[in-house]
Nanobody, 111 residues
Framework: QVQLVESGGDVVQPGGSLRLSCEAS????????VHWLRQAPGKQRELVAS???????NYADSVKGRFTISRDNSKSTVYLQMNSLKLEGTAVYYC?????WGRGTQVTVSS
């Protein structure tokens, strides 16, 4: 059974940092691209960052230079390091691989 479990969401002040984790199970993790997406209140879900099975990364323009996606295939885990968080970073962050989604983790950026 495929499972994606996100963790690491929290309340943080603007300018702060958080690291999200997405632990995967039930499939050959190392062979697949994995994505982080987010959905802010009242907005559509948007792609934040992707990491290919070979390690190549891609970012939304809004997070380039502040967020870093990485993966540890030995732990079947993808990370999203988020620095210099802005108020508009408040959202539920989801991990996705093909058609499988995690349940998300809440990030709130608030002063």
């Amino acid at each position: 059974q495929v499972q994606l479990v996100e963790s690491g969401g929290d309340v943080v002040q603007p300018g702060g940092s958080l690291r999200l984790s997405c632990e995967a199970s039930g499939f050959a993790f190392r062979f697949f691209d994995v994505h982080w997406l987010r959905q802010a209140p009242g907005k559509q879900r948007e792609l934040v960052a992707s990491i290919a099975c070979g390690g190549a990364t891609n970012y939304a323009d809004s997070v380039k230079g502040r967020f870093t996606i990485s993966r540890d295939n030995s732990k079947s885990t993808v990370y999203l390091q988020m620095n210099s968080l802005k108020l508009e970073g408040t959202a539920v962050y989801y991990c996705r691989f093909t058609d499988y989604w995690g349940r998300g983790t809440q990030v709130t950026v608030s002063s």
